[in-house]
T-cell receptor, first 111, second 114 residues
Framework: NAGVTQTPKFRILKIGQSMTLQCAQDMNHNYMYWYRQDPGMGLKLIYYSVGAGITDKGEVPNGYNVSRSTTEDFPLRLELAAPSQTSVYFC??????????FGSGTRLTVV | GDSVTQMEGPVTLSEEAFLTINCTYTATGYPSLFWYVQYPGEGLQLLLKATKADDKGSNKGFEATYRKETTSFHLEKGSVQVSDSAVYFCALHDVGTNAGKSTFGDGTTLTVKP
C-alpha cells in the first residue's frame, strides 16, 4: 500500500528554471493538496483539488500551477523559479473528514 | 473562519516526563479534531483523531479528549521517550464546509532528552 508518493525527493534549481513536482495516491481519495513548509514553520496551502478536473487556490498560489486530470495524480508546476520558493513541499490526500495522508516531501533549493 | 491555536514551543522534557501540548480551536460548525506528528526529515503522519464532543483519541501512548465546552484538544502522554522528539500539529476539519480543507496549527516542537 504505497499511500502518497512524491517525486523527486530532492532538487536544486537555478533561478528562472521550471520544474514539475509529481504526486500520486493509490487510495482513491477525492481531495488532494499541496503545501509548502519553510524551515521551522508550519504549513501553507498552495493549491488543492476536490476531484478530477477541479482545482482551486490556497493561501500562497503565486508562482505555481496545478492540474488534476485523474483521481490519482496531482502535479505541481513551478514556473520561473525564485529563491523565495526554496522550501519543502508536501502533497497530501484525504477522504472527507478522515484525516490527511501526507507524502514524504520534496526538498527544493533555488539558487 | 476556523482557526487553531497551539502552545508555543519549543518544549524540552526529560525522558519519562509527563507531556501536555495545548490546542484550542475556533470553528463555525462541528469539526473533527486531529493531531499529526512530524519526525525529523519526514512528512506529517496522523497520530490520533476525535470526531465528536467527549471522544478520546489515542495512539502510541498519546491521548487527546475533544472538549467542546472549552474548545480544546490537548495532547498528553504520561511518559515520553527520546523517540517522541518531533513536531506536533493540531488540526481541525469542519466536514461539509471549507471545501475539504483542514485548518492546521503552527506546530509545537518537542525535544526529549535522555
Amino acid at each position: 500500500n504505497a499511500g502518497v508518493t512524491q517525486t523527486p525527493k530532492f532538487r536544486i534549481l537555478k533561478i528562472g528554471q521550471s520544474m514539475t513536482l509529481q504526486c500520486a495516491q493509490d487510495m482513491n481519495h477525492n481531495y488532494m493538496y499541496w503545501y509548502r513548509q519553510d524551515p521551522g514553520m508550519g504549513l501553507k496551502l498552495i493549491y488543492y483539488s476536490v476531484g478530477a478536473g477541479i482545482t482551486d487556490k490556497g493561501e500562497v498560489p503565486n508562482g505555481y500551477n496545478v492540474s488534476r486530470s485523474t483521481t490519482e495524480d496531482f502535479p505541481l508546476r513551478l514556473e520561473l523559479a525564485a529563491p523565495s520558493q526554496t522550501s519543502v513541499y508536501f502533497c497530501a490526500s484525504s477522504s472527507e473528514g478522515y484525516g490527511y495522508t501526507f507524502g514524504s516531501g520534496t526538498r527544493l533549493t533555488v539558487v | 473562519g476556523d482557526s487553531v491555536t497551539q502552545m508555543e514551543g519549543p518544549v524540552t522534557l526529560s525522558e519519562e516526563a509527563f507531556l501536555t501540548i495545548n490546542c484550542t480551536y475556533t470553528a463555525t460548525g462541528y469539526p473533527s479534531l486531529f493531531w499529526y506528528v512530524q519526525y525529523p526529515g519526514e512528512g506529517l503522519q496522523l497520530l490520533l483523531k476525535a470526531t465528536k464532543a467527549d471522544d478520546k483519541g489515542s495512539n502510541k501512548g498519546f491521548e487527546a479528549t475533544y472538549r467542546k465546552e472549552t474548545t480544546s484538544f490537548h495532547l498528553e502522554k504520561g511518559s515520553v521517550q527520546v523517540s517522541d522528539s518531533a513536531v506536533y500539529f493540531c488540526a481541525l476539519h469542519d466536514v461539509g464546509t471549507n471545501a475539504g480543507k483542514s485548518t492546521f496549527g503552527d506546530g509545537t516542537t518537542l525535544t526529549v532528552k535522555p
